[in-house]
């Protein structure tokens, strides 16, 4: 391709909106080859990827994307077993993890989620996959790791490692007699049985080594401590090391065996890969085009071109607008004491918080959005993040998908906004468009509970005063446990209403809506009297 191509690709971010491809994909190949895409100026192909693609968006939809984990390129080690090579336990074990995914995979393609409707144009890769579970299961039942061969991989590995285990013993059992020995106990450095060159020793004192017949293995750092083989032992630790020269022999004979059989469906397996690479590529484009919330366009040949609310890529739409701050109160007694409740008061703004909290805090729940969205998740609503401050910084306590519960209390009054505006612009990825606007004022709210709320509590205690209440300018009661009985309003749970004030200062905003509580009146009517007292004694009181 030209130049002037090269930079009008480089101009339109191509490069950006690959990066979000590769990001939905598993396997590093596939990575590779989402970067390595380039537009297509085919019309017959580029019909055919739109299919693929939509293909596996409703694969998707009905029954969830495959995985595609474990993928590996192990082309050159099967090349390599065909020749007679013999491979290592990882090479094999990525190769049993290759026909694992294949298999996984077919089995997804033939799975209940499969309908007559789906459509067909991906059982073209799909037809193409054959597993091969009794290789997968001998390759796993044998390896366990990279560095550990399963006893389970001969009945000769199992018994020679049995016999090594009990020749072990033995020698630990001789050596045990001389380490607990009374004549020995001067000139052992500890009464330890200890390996050295895979052979059993004792360490002995270093000017105590003449006294001790055997072989010396080693010398400590300092000099003062010989490992010696005692005579006695040195019969059992040959015979040792001849079980464990018999044992690296049996392992060679059974990754070479394994070898062999990876060689011999080499052809298979190389093809099941390159099918599950394109298969995964694929699906990542279904994933990313979730995440864009994207529809497939019509393909048109005769020049014309219609852009219909089109956007570009990397505008996603999900734009995070924060709403204001707010601080709630848990316990249910003064000065924090007693168990949590669901709240029992709150004020906003928090003035404690600064500006780079709550940048944190903002960029928080982009990042949740933004995760969520990667998960072909398309979150559209009020996301509430409680958080903690420390002095780490904030730390994320709970999400809910609704608006807090007595926060909303004080945030939506000082809301100038019209909230049906506000939520529109929300379901149709329009916040972009919307710029909130705030009241100068303090909002405090006051929760007047039930008595013995958060335990057991009574219902049917009536309620006077709200409307006296409600009749104080800047003044709203909200209802949260209430019900009309024969014509009276009565109390009907836990936390009964929320008194919430608004004011120029947060003092007059929390004496006013004190005053309004004091109006209102129910049996064993319980309340916080220190609702945002913190507040008014600053970051210091918060941090005590």
Known sequence: MNEQYEKSLTK??????????????????????????????????????????????????VKGSPSFGGLYDVGASLDRADRGGCLSPEELLRIAAVLKSAR?????????????????????????????????????????????????ASSELASIRRRIRQ????????????????????????????IRSDRFVVPVKAECKSQLPGLVHDVSSSGSTYFIEPMSAVNGNNELRELFMAE???????????????AGHREQIKLDYDVLLDLECIFARARLSFAMRAICPE???????????????????????????????????DNDEGPNTGGMGV?????????????????????????LAAEGIDYRGCLYGGFMLTPAGPKVLEFNARFGDPETQVVLPRLKNDLVEVMLACANCELDQIELDW???????????????????????????????????????YHAGTAVVDGQLVTNGGRV??????????????????????????????LRHDIGLRALRGRDAWDA
């Open 12 to 61: 339109l971010e191509l490069d950006k909106v690959l990066a979000m491809l590769s990001d939905h994909a598993a396997s590093q190949a596939a990575k590779d080859r989402c970067l390595a895409v380039r537009p297509s100026t085919d019309a017959d192909e580029i019909r055919h990827l739109l299919d693929e693609t939509s293909a596996a968006c409703a694969c998707i939809t």
């Open 104 to 152: 996984q995979t077919k089995a997804y393609s033939e799975g209940e989620g499969r309908s007559a409707q789906e459509p067909g144009v991906l059982d073209v890769y799909f037809q193409q996959i054959t597993t091969n579970k009794y290789l997968e299961e001998r390759i796993f039942t044998s390896i366990l790791s990279k560095d550990e061969i399963a006893d389970a």
């Open 167 to 194: 020749q072990s013993a033995k020698i630990r059992e001789s050596l045990q007699k001389i380490i607990t020995s009374p004549s020995y106990a001067k000139i052992l450095q500890e009464p330890i049985v200890t």
């Open 248 to 262: 690296r022999k049996e392992i060679e004979r059974i990754l070479a065996e394994l070898s062999a059989e990876a």
């Open 299 to 333: 393909v048109r040949t005769d020049g014309q071109l219609n852009l219909i609310r089109a956007r570009h890529p990397l505008i996603t739409g999900k734009t995070i607008v924060p709403m204001i701050s707010a601080q709630d109160h848990k316990r249910i007694f």
């Open 347 to 371: 004020y906003s703004p928090v003035p404690i918080v600064t500006d780079e909290e709550h940048a944190t805090m903002v960029k928080v729940m982009e990042q949740t959005v933004a995760e």
């Open 439 to 477: 009241r100068d004022e303090w909002a405090v709210a006051v929760v007047l509970t039930s008595a013995g709320y958060p335990g057991s509590y009574e219902k049917g205690k009536v309620i006077t005063g709200i409307a006296d209440a409600e009749a104080m300018e800047n003044v709203t009661v």
């Open 497 to 526: 209403l929320a008194v919430t004030a608004l004011g120029d200062t947060f003092e007059n905003a929390r004496n006013l809506a004190y005053e309004a509580c004091e109006k209102i009146d129910f049996e064993g009517k319980t």
